[in-house]
């Protein structure tokens, strides 16, 4: 029963650690780069959260579609300064680029809330459900609602839209798609835009229950890094699996040893996949590494 108990909050961690993975991956491939900001507006979402709160004391169901639009747009102010001045560069310009625009994120929320921790407000009333013995949080069962609705429209958006062949054309080969009149451009700003409103969200649903601060994004980016590269380079379910892996270990694992023996196991795995199979556990897009 405990373990029960400790996978569920688990995989609530899992799904909001996999939408910020999937924002990564998706402007990986559409980009060939490596956005390391990705995390640094997790941060940016959760505090954006938690300001609105303050002007409309809502549940945050009903903030999350204003940080949608809010950190879409922030996404694309990101592409503006941190991808297309550099886009004909080498990958690794975009890499230096994207650290640097995440310390000016993290310095700026540091001058606008300080460094103490900040919550936003849960997607419902707060509380528990009691089901078969289980004890489980109203939030993490909005926490898992919310991130599965999101991911699976995004699923949809990209396998069964026009846009979404564009996009995934864009993300296999920009010339022969711009040669097919796809407007390239526009789909990776796009990217970009869908790439942080889902840092946003994940910023919103972490907020709540664990807090954030403006160097929180470190630790965000790095987890997502980790999920990439356990589940597959570019690969998209890969990242969401590696996603869950990252936060099983951070509850099931610590709860039965400690947090600081968890993340060691949790290295030494990822050290493990790199060795045995550095393609990651499901495959690898080739091409893809920066």
Do not use: C
């Not at 300001?51 to 592409?79: H, T």
Request: glycine share 12%.
């Amino acid at each position: 029963m405990e373990f029960l108990q400790l996978a569920i909050n688990g995989i609530a961690l899992g799904a909001a650690y996999a939408l910020v993975a999937l924002g990564f991956v998706l402007i990986l491939n559409a980009t060939g780069a490596v956005n390391f900001a990705q995390g640094d507006l997790v941060a940016a979402g959760g505090f954006l959260a938690v300001a609105l709160a303050g002007f409309l004391p809502v549940p945050g169901l009903l903030l999350l579609p204003l940080v949608v639009i809010l950190m879409a747009g922030l996404g694309l102010a990101v592409s503006a300064a941190a991808y297309w001045p550099l886009r004909d560069r080498p990958p690794v310009a975009v890499f230096i680029s994207t650290i640097a625009l995440g310390i000016v994120i993290q310095n700026g929320l540091n001058g606008l809330f300080g460094a103490e921790p900040r919550a936003a407000p849960p997607l419902f009333s707060g509380g528990h459900l009691e089901f078969f013995g289980l004890v489980i949080a109203r939030q993490s069962l909005a926490i898992m609602g919310v991130a599965a609705l999101l991911i699976g429209g995004v699923q949809l958006l990209l396998k069964h839209t026009q846009l979404g062949r564009r996009l995934r054309a864009t993300a296999q080969d920009r010339e022969v798609a711009a040669a097919l009149g796809v407007p390239v451009g526009a789909m990776v700003a796009l990217t970009f835009a869908l790439a942080a409103a889902l840092a946003g969200v994940a910023g919103l649903l972490l907020a709540n229950q664990f807090f954030i601060t403006p160097t929180h994004g470190t630790d965000f980016i790095v987890k997502a890094y980790i999920a990439v590269v356990i589940g597959g380079w570019g690969r998209v379910g890969g990242a969401l699996a590696g996603a869950m892996l990252v936060a099983l270990f951070e509850t099931v694992v610590a709860a039965w040893t400690d947090y600081a023996v968890a993340t060691g196991l949790l290295y030494a795995a990822l050290l493990t996949i790199l060795v045995f199979r550095p393609q990651g556990l499901f495959g690898e897009a080739e091409g893809r590494r920066a």
